[in-house]
């Protein structure tokens, strides 16, 4: 008897009137993860395709793990690198796991466990958007947040960000980015400064740095971003992403790597990614006109969470425009605002977090503007026929 015949002999149980039908959004949620549905339809057309949001959630998180991965082995070589501890790629890739593995279970533990709660309560279906989610967050954060302060972000981005509209697809802005504002307006000294993106660093008081000293450890290091410190790095470093920052928002390959599965397999709009890049550039070169020492344009690309927000955050196609003509304004607008932000505003240094939670309000806006237009547009060329 193979799995698809285990489940299907006790779906029964867990179906409305069984002994345990209170857990059917339960059931359903582990059944429809596992299998593709073995419904048929009798009559009409349906489209018969077996990838449904599930598949559409996996494959985003396939694409995250390029960057989860070198982020991992980034958490180690940057502690290493601030220690002086000369480690090798294991011992770097171990570190990098014991440090990002707690966020992980954190953000799946509560943000599931409230989808779980919530499903249960109003009898509906376990919203899949999850997923992605609580993988996104790890990785948009320091690697040294303290625990709790993830779990109370975490629940309030399931909660207030998201069941409050309805669930996955009703949101207006994108839940990940919600926590991540969240931490960063209430916790703002967890969430900046040098210390708090070389793992280990912020558990060191004077007492510590005088155990380095004695203990031949490098003092006086500098765990500075790029962001807050270009001259520091090289484009190549960002390129390749050996520099402190948040876990998956520093190397560009792997982010790029992700944006090709995303783009190959359409789950992601290339037209949003292309116009962010469009925006950034532009404003870059216009404020490097009126900055004198401003960075060159191309170099907003590699800094900072440029790249990873415009390839995975703001394609989040429940947030973003539906409409094409939308997507390429909205995409423009979200890699201009995050420059301008950094341009012009010397206490964020980042800018695409505000950048895309602007644009996510704006988003239905700028699809109702263009859906009018064409509209008109329609029925002035009717009236000229």
């Given at each position: 008897?193979?799995?698809?015949?285990?489940?299907?002999?006790?779906?029964?149980?867990?179906?409305?009137?069984?002994?345990?039908g209170f857990l059917h959004s339960t059931f359903d949620a582990f059944e429809t993860f596992m299998f593709v549905p073995n419904t048929t339809t009798k009559t009409g057309a349906h489209v018969r395709d077996c990838v449904d949001i599930k598949r559409v959630m996996i494959i985003m998180v396939l694409a995250l793990v390029p960057a989860f991965l070198f982020g991992t082995w980034n958490i180690g070589y940057q502690h290493s690198l601030a220690f002086g501890l000369g480690w090798g790629f294991w011992n770097m890739i171990w570190y990098g796991l014991v440090k990002i593995i707690p966020l992980v279970l954190v953000t799946y533990i509560i943000g599931l466990g409230i989808e779980f709660t919530s499903a249960q309560i109003n009898g509906h279906e376990v919203n899949e958007g999850y997923l992605v989610t609580g993988f996104i967050l790890p990785l948009i954060?320091?690697?040294?947040?303290?625990?709790?302060?993830?779990?109370?972000?975490?629940?309030?981005?399931?909660?207030?960000?998201?069941?409050?509209?309805?669930?996955?697809?009703m949101n207006i802005w994108n839940p990940a980015l919600i926590a991540r504002a969240?931490?960063?307006?209430?916790?703002?000294?967890?969430?900046?400064?040098?210390?708090v993106w070389v793992g280990?660093?912020?558990?060191?008081?004077?007492?510590?740095?005088?155990?380095?000293?004695?203990?031949g450890i490098v003092d006086g290091f500098s765990g500075a971003t790029p962001l807050s410190d270009p001259a520091g790095y090289s484009a190549l470093d960002m390129f390749l992403g050996t520099v402190p920052g948040s876990v998956g928002e520093t190397s560009v390959i792997a982010i790029l790597i992700g944006a090709a599965i995303l783009i190959f397999t359409g789950v992601a709009s290339w037209k949003i990614m292309v116009s962010s890049v469009a925006g950034g550039l532009l404003v870059g070169w216009l404020g490097g006109l009126v900055i004198p020492d401003a960075v060159p344009c191309w170099y907003h690309?590699?800094?900072?969470?440029?790249?990873?927000?415009?390839?995975?955050?703001?394609?989040?196609?429940v947030t973003s425009c539906q409409t094409e003509c939308g997507k390429w304004i909205y995409g423009f607008l979200v890699g201009a605002l995050a420059v301008i932000v950094?341009?012009?505003?010397?206490?964020?240094?980042?800018?695409?977090?505000?950048?895309?939670?602007?644009?996510?309000?704006f988003a239905p806006l700028i699809d109702h503007c263009v859906i009018e237009s064409t509209l008109k547009k329609n029925a002035k060329k009717a009236r000229i026929a």
């Amino acid at each position: 008897m193979n799995a698809r015949n285990i489940v299907d002999k006790i779906k029964p149980t867990f179906e409305e009137g069984g002994k345990l039908g209170f857990l059917h959004s339960t059931f359903d949620a582990f059944e429809t993860f596992m299998f593709v549905p073995n419904t048929t339809t009798k009559t009409g057309a349906h489209v018969r395709d077996c990838v449904d949001i599930k598949r559409v959630m996996i494959i985003m998180v396939l694409a995250l793990v390029p960057a989860f991965l070198f982020g991992t082995w980034n958490i180690g070589y940057q502690h290493s690198l601030a220690f002086g501890l000369g480690w090798g790629f294991w011992n770097m890739i171990w570190y990098g796991l014991v440090k990002i593995i707690p966020l992980v279970l954190v953000t799946y533990i509560i943000g599931l466990g409230i989808e779980f709660t919530s499903a249960q309560i109003n009898g509906h279906e376990v919203n899949e958007g999850y997923l992605v989610t609580g993988f996104i967050l790890p990785l948009i954060v320091p690697v040294d947040v303290p625990l709790w302060m993830l779990a109370i972000a975490t629940a309030f981005a399931v909660i207030i960000g998201k069941e409050v509209f309805g669930g996955t697809g009703m949101n207006i802005w994108n839940p990940a980015l919600i926590a991540r504002a969240f931490l960063f307006f209430s916790y703002p000294s967890k969430m900046s400064g040098d210390s708090v993106w070389v793992g280990g660093v912020s558990r060191f008081n004077e007492i510590g740095k005088a155990w380095q000293a004695g203990n031949g450890i490098v003092d006086g290091f500098s765990g500075a971003t790029p962001l807050s410190d270009p001259a520091g790095y090289s484009a190549l470093d960002m390129f390749l992403g050996t520099v402190p920052g948040s876990v998956g928002e520093t190397s560009v390959i792997a982010i790029l790597i992700g944006a090709a599965i995303l783009i190959f397999t359409g789950v992601a709009s290339w037209k949003i990614m292309v116009s962010s890049v469009a925006g950034g550039l532009l404003v870059g070169w216009l404020g490097g006109l009126v900055i004198p020492d401003a960075v060159p344009c191309w170099y907003h690309l590699i800094m900072g969470g440029f790249l990873f927000g415009t390839v995975f955050m703001a394609t989040d196609p429940v947030t973003s425009c539906q409409t094409e003509c939308g997507k390429w304004i909205y995409g423009f607008l979200v890699g201009a605002l995050a420059v301008i932000v950094r341009l012009f505003n010397p206490g964020y240094a980042e800018g695409m977090m505000l950048a895309i939670l602007l644009m996510n309000t704006f988003a239905p806006l700028i699809d109702h503007c263009v859906i009018e237009s064409t509209l008109k547009k329609n029925a002035k060329k009717a009236r000229i026929a």
